[in-house]
């Protein structure tokens, strides 16, 4: 059957997104299947690709990588790289050697939109930083100022309103621009700033008091480390009180052969890694090597640093985010997980250096280069010019300032970039990344019979030896954290036997522990670096069985897959 195609360059609304899943199955039906995890607060499906040729094994006997998007709503370049890494693999699949070596050996489990009504919303109203549709923004919000596109253009932005005690004045280098006012600065004409929106509720009429918007934060709504609010803002009454985390939870903990996670979110372009919540040297050292050396094909392949969220990502260390899927993935299950910021403005700008932490005040020269950006290559669209507006409770002031969607949270879709240029970032975004998950995919511990023999001893008897081995990066057991916490299971080699075959000797059943990956040698062996464990190890059996009967033998382990042999006795 002719692949299916999908025009990448426009983001897709829920309609689009789940007609192209559906015709990606379709056309691909011996290695996809398409099912719903549950339905949103609203009653949209969270949609899970499950992806494997299921001509050489079910999906739950092979490892499986786990890729989630769009948990956060206005985060639209996630589900994008996560729909085009289900249809690169399947048109890739014969063509390409790893998309092919994966498919036939590893199972992928690819959840494009966990978050489907905060999508939605995202993207068809001004409303873009909003939680699952629980709440829908503005409309639970009663006192304080709350937001709102007041001058009815579609966005949310900023206004200012002259104030002489105001933090910021109009740049001498670009009258678009705010910047701040120095801490001993006087005498000139000062603004205050505030999101665009109106004050509800009973208002004195002089104080200002900002309502964060109760909107939930899906992502901080996971078991491990979960606070509640004030603590962490948007983790929800519980864990897993939200319907669409509790799919995915229940998902992965279902499918005890994911062996590896990738989240995604946007922006900043990086490569988050754990620990969410302490210091580096809190983590098992074996597990932060690990992290390193994966972290650093990771960069090498998209161009992203590969950082700790709690040493470089965390505003205040006193206050680290708790309650992600990612603290519950790796803190809890062990299981290596990336948690990726797509797209990075500051760089398609030409910023060298940016900082990793995204919301702050910018130098004027970066505000500078962003304009400069948003001239050439967006047709100026990333920036509303400020407009007189006469707010019912300011009085005049003025509405303009970034857009976010898509300047700086999402590359820009075709329909907003204006060159060549700016049109390929999208592009070259979902790709790069796909490319770097499907190479951490193939690190998975996997199990391979290497030898099985049968030896005639007379007497119908037969020893039976195998050999199993993991092939993969992986140890069978992942990382430390999960063999801490027992989250992978140990390898085992069984027999199956047929009527009339008899064991006489050993366990049908063997537990060979755990088989060491090729991530312990690093380097040519030496007394002073860690110890290299065996990657393979033999089983034995002796049975009673007449010439001509078949045997199967498999070995198996948790995150490591399946394998079996037949072995006819002679
Ligand atoms: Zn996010």
Redesign the pocket.
């Known amino acids: 059957m002719a692949n299916y195609e999908i025009d990448f360059g426009e983001y897709f609304r829920y309609d689009d997104l789940t007609r192209h899943l559906h015709g990606v199955e379709a056309a691909h039906p011996t290695f996809a299947h398409l099912e719903s995890l549950g339905k949103s607060w609203r009653g949209r499906d969270v949609w899970c690709m499950t992806l494997t040729n299921s001509a050489t094994g079910a999906h739950n006997e092979k490892p499986a990588f786990y890729i989630d998007a769009h ?2 709503a206005e ?1 639209v370049a996630t589900s994008h790289t996560a729909l085009y890494t289900i249809w690169y693999l399947l048109t890739h699949y014969g063509a390409d050697t790893l998309a092919t070596w994966l498919l036939d050996n590893t199972t992928f489990y690819i959840l494009p939109r966990v978050n489907p009504d905060g999508a939605e919303i995202s993207l068809t109203t001004a409303h873009h930083w909003c939680g699952n549709g629980r709440y829908l923004p503005g409309e639970e919000q009663t006192r304080g100022l709350c937001q709102r596109d007041i001058d009815g253009n579609g966005v949310i932005v900023q206004m200012r309103a002259p104030d002489p005690a105001g933090e910021w004045k109009i740049s001498p280098d670009d009258p678009r621009l705010m910047v701040l006012r120095s801490p001993g600065e006087i005498g000139g004409d000062y603004y205050r700033l505030y999101r665009e929106g109106e004050i509800r509720g009973d208002w004195d009429g002089v104080t200002v008091e900002i309502e964060k918007p109760r909107d939930g934060n899906m ?1 901080r709504n996971y078991p491990m480390g979960w606070m509640p609010d004030p603590r962490q803002y948007g983790a929800g009454d519980l864990p897993l009180s939200e319907p669409e985390a509790m799919a995915t939870a229940r998902f992965i903990l279902a499918h005890p052969n994911i062996a590896g996670m990738q989240c995604y ?2 922006h900043g372009g990086l490569h988050l890694r754990p620990s969410l919540v302490s210091a580096d040297s809190t983590l098992p050292r074996a597990d932060l090597a690990l992290y390193k050396t994966i972290g650093a094909m990771a960069s090498g392949i998209t161009g992203y640093p590969t950082i700790s969220v709690y040493e470089e990502f965390t505003p205040d260390p006193d206050m680290p985010r708790t309650g992600s899927m990612m603290q519950w993935s790796y803190d809890e299950m062990g299981i290596i997980t990336f948690s990726t910021e797509l797209w990075n403005p500051e760089l398609a700008a030409g910023i060298a250096d940016p900082a990793k932490y995204q919301i702050r005040a910018r130098s004027i020269q970066d505000e500078i280069a962003l304009l400069k950006y948003n001239d050439e290559h967006l047709g100026g669209k990333g920036f509303i010019n400020w407009t007189p507006f006469d707010h019912p409770q300011f009085g005049r002031v003025e509405i303009g300032g970034w857009t976010h969607m898509y300047t700086f949270r999402n590359p820009p879709p075709r329909s907003i970039a204006t060159t060549d240029h700016a049109r390929g970032f999208l592009q070259t975004t979902i790709h790069n990344n796909c490319i770097f998950t499907l190479n951490h995919a193939a690190c998975a511990p996997l199990l391979r019979i290497t030898h099985a023999h049968a030896e005639s001893l007379g007497a119908d008897l037969y020893k039976i030896s195998v050999i199993v081995k993991n092939v993969g990066y992986l140890p069978t057991h992942m990382t430390q954290m999960a063999l801490k916490h027992g989250t992978a299971g140990t390898v085992n080699a069984a027999l199956t036997l047929p009527d009339g075959a008899e064991l006489i000797m050993g366990a049908v059943a063997q537990d060979l522990g755990h088989l060491a990956g090729r991530d312990e040698r690093s380097a040519p062996w030496s007394p002073w670096l860690r110890d290299w464990h065996t990657s393979f190890r033999k089983a034995e059996w002796l049975v009673r069985a007449a010439a001509g009967t078949t045997i199967t033998v498999s070995a198996s382990a948790g995150r490591a897959g399946t394998n079996r042999r037949e072995i006819s006795l002679s």
């Open positions: 948990i956060h985060e992502n979110h946007t």
